[in-house]
């Protein structure tokens, strides 16, 4: 008989997938019928028919999959676990005019509203949702501006408590005055230096800032001294209103990405969210530096900010990837919104095929995360990459091959569909159990903490 795996028990060194459907998700796609996986040390040792692995391995501990889909977990490549509490928030007074007044009067007061206990929670809700939804790896940008130091160790221990994988950073903005923007640097240089001592596969970090828009020449100069001995590059919003751009053109004669790059931002270890109004010189420098987009399909639509021009980048050459801006952690339904975005927006139904939005979310987000974990492969089903896994229960009626899967997931997966989740070979939830967290104690406290946190903001609000 199967053995279930109990919540405290620790997780196997081998671990055996059976009768699967493998998706590899590698350089050529593979569909592999009757699939089967041996997970040895947080790695996949062996794959190839179920069968042969079973009589290979007969003492091994197995997880069966019963025909359901077998492929490397989502990566989300920008999002932001602090927002989670904001869910269902009314926000007095008349309805928020454009994205200078939602940054105001939502987001930089619901930061300010969040104490260390709420950095915590948020965190853990934002990691069950993606657990649940299949979501493995999560590039993270946080902001809590009254709970700054050692803010980043409140996520950074969360993560490791789910067993997902998460890269780090702290938003430096100027918006809380100097003694905050030195706190965010602070932040950002101890969580870095921090990861050594933790020594976990489950976590990596970066300089984060919040936008040009809010951050001086002299802070983006202390921000580059405070990084120039930590091997790591930047996580900064750019251009997603029109507001940044026209900021940087008044305020020092330059667009958002020639600034940025002036002052040594850009590069192949950063990050850049958004990017809805830049122009084509600001493309070429992305393309020559090899710095990374991210696009946040639903969080755009949001925010009424308009739709980058995607195509354009990536016909370029430059790395765009699929990030959800915190809209929640089913990259499932940000394929969806990827994907009709642009056909609605230009009116042509050409715009954005499955491919692209594949390119996206699997392979370049796949890149991307190899820049925080350089000695793991992420994000495909090969010997020797990281046993990062999902199994979806998605059986359809029509035929399913390597070429037309994008498609399938665009049009009928939904996310809660993934019926069991593995990282680093450790089962975190099986038959849609959570096995790492206690989902009802944590959705228990966090409503107690939410309904603070909302006072708190409607405090700061008067």
Same mark, same amino acid.
């Given at each position: ?19 699967? /459907?493998l998706i590899t998700w590698g350089a050529a ?28 391995? =007969? ?18 490549? #920008?999002? #932001? *676990? ?16 454009? *994205? ?32 649940? @939804? ?47 923007? @030195? ?23 970066? *300089? ?28 900064? #919003? ?41 122009? =084509? ?13 991210? #696009?946040? =399909? ?43 975005? %642009?056909? @609605? ?5 050409? /715009? ?17 995360? /190899? ?5 793991? =492969? ?16 998605? %059986?359809?009626?029509?035929?399913l091959t390597a070429g037309n899967l994008p498609? %399938?997931?665009? *049009? ?20 849609? @159990? ?29």
């Amino acid at each position: 008989m199967e053995r279930i795996i109990a919540m405290d028990e620790k997780p196997e060194s081998e671990l055996l997938v059976t009768n699967g /459907r493998l998706i590899t998700w590698g350089a050529a796609n593979e569909i592999v019928e009757n699939g089967g996986l041996l997970l040895r040390d947080g790695r996949i040792a062996e794959m190839g028919d179920s069968q042969t692995l079973l009589d290979k391995y =007969p003492g091994v501990q197995m997880v069966d999959a019963r025909g359901q889909l077998v492929m490397p977990g989502a990566i989300c490549a #920008h999002t #932001h *676990f602090y927002g989670a509490f904001a869910r269902g928030m009314g926000i007095p007074g008349p309805p928020m005019k454009d *994205f200078p007044d939602i940054l105001q009067r939502l987001w930089w007061r619901l930061d300010r509203a969040l104490l260390d206990v709420d950095v915590e929670y948020s965190a853990l809700v934002s990691l069950i949702d993606a657990i649940k @939804q299949g979501t493995t790896t999560l590039i993270d940008h946080h902001a809590s501006p009254i709970a700054i130091n050692n803010s980043l160790d409140q996520v950074a221990d969360a993560v490791e408590r789910a067993g997902a994988r998460a890269a780090l950073c702290y938003e430096v903005t100027d918006r809380n005055g100097r003694a905050g923007t @030195q706190a965010g640097i602070d932040e950002n240089i101890r969580y870095l230096y921090s990861l050594q001592e933790r020594d976990s596969d489950l976590l990596a970090g970066t *300089f984060g800032l919040h936008a040009s828009l809010s951050v001086s020449d002299e802070t983006l100069a202390d921000c580059i001294a405070a990084a120039k001995d930590l091997n790591t590059g930047f996580h900064i #919003h750019a251009a997603e209103h029109e507001a940044d751009e026209y900021d940087s053109l008044y305020k020092y004669n330059k667009r958002v990405i020639h600034r940025l790059a002036d002052a040594g931002i850009l590069g192949p270890k950063s990050i850049i969210a958004h990017c809805v109004h830049i122009d =084509p010189a600001e493309m070429e420098l992305l393309l020559q530096t090899g710095t990374w987009v991210t #696009h946040q =399909p639903r969080s755009n639509m949001n925010n009424a900010v308009g739709a980058a021009d995607i195509e354009g980048m990536m016909g370029l050459g430059i790395p765009v990837c699929l990030g959800n801006d915190g809209m929640g952690n089913n990259m499932w339904a940000e394929w969806k919104a990827a994907y009709f975005m %642009h056909k @609605q927006v230009h009116r042509d139904p050409r /715009r954005v095929n499955g491919m692209d939005v594949a390119q996206m979310a699997v392979y370049n987000n796949a890149v991307l995360a /190899r820049v925080f974990w350089p000695d793991l =492969p992420l994000g495909e089903l090969a010997v020797g990459a990281a046993a990062d896994i999902i199994f979806v229960d998605y %059986h359809p009626t029509t035929p399913l091959t390597a070429g037309n899967l994008p498609w %399938h997931i665009i *049009f009928g997966f939904e996310g809660g569909m993934v019926t069991t989740t593995i990282v680093g070979g450790k089962v975190l939830m099986r038959d849609r @159990q959570l096995l790492t967290l206690n989902e009802a104690e944590i959705t228990a406290r966090s409503r107690e903490l939410a309904a603070e946190v909302w006072r708190r903001f409607e405090k700061l609000s008067e």
